[in-house]
């Protein structure tokens, strides 16, 4: 059977393609039948698939071992050339737009994908090809520079992601000192961070201009895809958040404080949770593989068979190594029809969200695997953080597996931290509209914001004095800011749609099995608010779609005694 590391590379001859991709789309514009034009269509997605998977491939490479210089190369490469197939495309979508067969093509492939190239189109121009290199290095050097971590603690060199035990540490004086090593980092490429964030928005703003857009907002939320929402809409949600959520949270962080035996919680108290210690997973990476395969084998025959196809296939690059970019992700190979899952195991409960978490974007994948239309095989982000989010939560009945006698333990901290994260995720969203409002501020001023947005959603977050947090330097080790602007209100978003399935398999397990996998396969042939319909899922952009859940949720961490973990 072929395995990911016989996944062939192979370099993509940009001009090579370049040509034979514009022959095809001339073919398409002077097809005389729908099945000829139809056929053409499939070409050029079969060339598309095969950059895709050329270019992913590398990627994945390149993260797993950021000091391989053959794939460090060809990543250069490909943020190279990545504008130039990019443009390729638009024009593939502007001919789709105007195809005279336009009617017998809906009928075959659907409205949405017509929808996409529309939006598509209004996010570039041959005239930012130079900018958006710059962009994607920009990108690169941001995760260059914080892969770059050494830090010096517990006699070893550490990354920032090793450092995860040590900042919940249940040792007051240890969590501490973990903090501030890893805040010295920041605040020792203070500058560092702040050049390339600057660099970032001005490219990104003047990108917005040269396409005749007042600000990177508007672009921001082209690129994401979104066609049926706005600032707007975002806005009435982050109000939501402050009146329904916020005070839950502060309430979380009450009762945690007092678990703690803390007169005053600071910030490198938040992640510990428990003085017992968080919930560890009670085994190393092979015995979790084994306890979910298991987990997925009883869930469902789909989830059977995906998870079967992932080990076989060496689909999962968990272990964290010297040189590994942080983080994890899930992404798909088409050729392959392959998702892939990227993790830095550190033997916290982050390694078991991650099994179900990533593990619920791949599924979905799977699950989309066979749309012939590349872009229904993944929704936008918003939607796909449903599937993932919602993964985490349908996966409750097995925890035990991972976590025995701490698995209550397990779920209260899991169901409060989603909780606790969406003030966060709104203090990120808020900042990016207000950064790419005022592209020419300081970096100071910038800080400033931030700190500001954080004493508003954030009220008990405490400092305790540390000048670089009080300036407002907390959000450098937030990758999306960076990468993906306007990319994060997402999370916040499935979050909320995922509470709804969390209510829903708590009352009718089976219904609500058949409403996810519905979803799942759906992936991403309709828009978000569409999906969320057919989901069987409330809006939340509804007014009160927010306050719904916010009821069960708080019954529930109300009917725990947490004094006892
Ligand atoms: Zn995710």
């Not at 428990?274 to 979910?292: I, S």
């Not at 872009?375 to 989010?389: D, F, G, N, Q, R």
Request: hydrophobic share 35%; aromatic share 16%.
């Amino acid at each position: 059977m072929l395995k990911f590391e016989d996944y062939k590379y192979e370099k993509i001859d940009i001009d090579k393609f370049k040509e034979e991709f514009n022959n095809h789309i001339n073919k398409f514009k002077d097809s005389n039948s729908f099945k000829n034009q139809n056929e053409v269509m499939q070409h050029l997605i079969e060339m598309r698939n095969y950059f895709e998977t050329m270019a992913t491939l590398v990627e994945i490479r390149q993260s797993i071992d950021t000091k391989d210089e053959f794939y460090d190369k060809e990543k250069t490469y490909y943020d190279e050339i990545r504008p130039i197939y990019q443009g390729l495309v638009t024009n593939y979508y502007k001919a789709l737009i105007t195809s005279k067969f336009r009617k017998e093509l809906t009928e075959e492939w659907g409205e949405w994908i017509f929808k996409i190239a529309e939006l598509e189109i209004k996010t570039f121009s041959d005239e930012i090809v130079e900018d958006l290199k710059l962009e994607n290095k920009l990108s690169t050097k941001y995760a260059k520079l914080l892969a770059s971590a050494e830090i010096k603690f517990d006699g070893k060199i550490l990354n920032l992601s090793q450092m995860g035990p040590y900042l919940q540490s249940k040792d007051r004086k240890i969590r501490k000192e973990a903090a501030e090593k890893a805040t010295d980092f920041f605040e020792e490429n203070e500058t560092k961070f702040d050049n390339i964030y600057d660099k970032l928005v001005k490219v990104r703003d003047k990108m917005a201009k040269k396409l005749g857009y007042k600000n990177f907002t508007e672009l921001g939320y082209l690129r994401m895809g979104r066609s049926e929402y706005g600032p707007e809409e975002v806005k009435i949600f982050r109000d939501q958040v402050y009146k329904n959520i916020v005070p839950i949270a502060n309430k979380i962080r009450k009762k945690q404080e007092k678990r703690l035996g803390l007169e005053k919680i600071k910030y490198y108290d938040e992640p510990l949770e428990f003085l017992t210690g968080n919930a560890k997973p009670k085994g190393d990476k092979d015995w979790m593989l084994d306890k979910a395969n298991k987990m997925y084998s009883e869930l469902s025959p789909e989830t059977k068979e995906f998870f079967e196809f992932m080990t076989d296939k060496n689909l999962l690059d968990l272990e964290t190594k010297p040189g590994k970019n942080m983080g994890g992700y899930c992404t798909y190979l088409p050729d392959y029809k392959s998702p892939f899952i990227f993790a830095n195991f550190n033997g916290t409960s982050a390694d078991v969200d991650v099994l179900t978490h990533e593990a619920g974007h791949a599924f979905q994948n799977y699950c989309s695997r066979d749309f012939k239309i590349p872009e229904y095989i993944w929704p936008t982000l918003e939607a796909c953080e449903i599937h993932s989010m919602s993964m985490e939560f349908i996966t409750w009945p097995w925890m035990n597996l991972f976590f025995r006698e701490e698995t209550d333990k397990y779920k209260y901290s899991h169901l409060a931290s989603g909780i606790l994260f969406i003030p966060y995720g709104v203090v990120v969203d808020e900042f990016q509209h207000w950064v790419y409002e005022n592209p020419e501020v300081k970096p100071e001023k910038r800080k400033k914001k931030w700190r500001e947005l954080e004493k508003k959603y954030l009220p008990l977050k405490d400092y305790d004095g540390k000048d670089f947090y009080e300036r407002g330097g907390y959000w450098f080790r937030q990758g999306h800011i960076f990468r993906d602007p306007f990319y994060y209100i997402d999370y916040t978003l499935a979050q909320i749609c995922a509470y709804q399935y969390w209510i829903k398999f708590n009352e009718n397990r089976s219904k609500a099995w058949q409403d996810y996998l519905n979803l799942c396969k759906a992936g991403g042939s309709k828009p978000f608010l569409e999906l969320v319909e057919y989901g069987n899922l409330e809006s939340p952009f509804n007014k009160d779609t927010v306050e719904k859940i916010s009821d069960p949720i708080n019954d529930w961490l109300n009917n725990i005694d947490d004094t006892k973990f």
